[in-house]
Nanobody, 129 residues
Framework: QVQLVESGGGLVQAGGSLRLSCAAS????????MAWFRQAPGKERDFVAS?????????????DYADSVKGRFTISRDNAKNTVYLQMTSLKPEDTAVYYC?????????????????WGQGTQVTVSS
């Protein structure tokens, strides 16, 4: 069992930056694949980015990004702090959404929201034009 709490959302102008944080509970944090999803009003919850420890070496991580955020967003994790981050740069109005932190067990990479076991409550990101 893991609990997730997001923070760092807010209002930013187009072209600006924000860093979201996801604090996770539990001593088995490093065993989970972590991800960020986002959901705009009236739309589905869409995959943003994910990170997992490399199965060959725990020092390295595997990453995955949605095409819409590649080159602009960076996901990272600090296992010592039990925290996952989403650094967002060059923000666009279409990035406006509630951003959710998610976690799942297992090694299967997936961008499907229903595959994730645990969710935070979300943090609002609003990008003005």
């Amino acid at each position: 069992q893991v609990q997730l709490v997001e923070s760092g959302g807010g209002l930013v102008q187009a072209g600006g930056s924000l860093r979201l944080s996801c604090a996770a509970s539990g001593r088995t944090f490093s065993s989970y694949t972590m991800a960020w999803f986002r959901q705009a009003p009236g739309k589905e919850r869409d995959f943003v980015a994910s990170i997992r420890l490399n199965e060959v070496s725990t020092y390295y991580a595997d990453y995955d990004y949605a095409d819409s955020v590649k080159g602009r967003f960076t996901i990272s994790r600090d296992n010592a702090k039990n925290t996952v981050y989403l650094q967002m740069t060059s923000l666009k109005p279409e990035d406006t959404a509630v951003y959710y932190c998610a976690a799942k067990t297992g090694r299967i990479l997936t961008t499907t929201a229903t595959s994730y076991d645990y969710w935070g409550q979300g943090t609002q990101v609003t990008v003005s034009s």
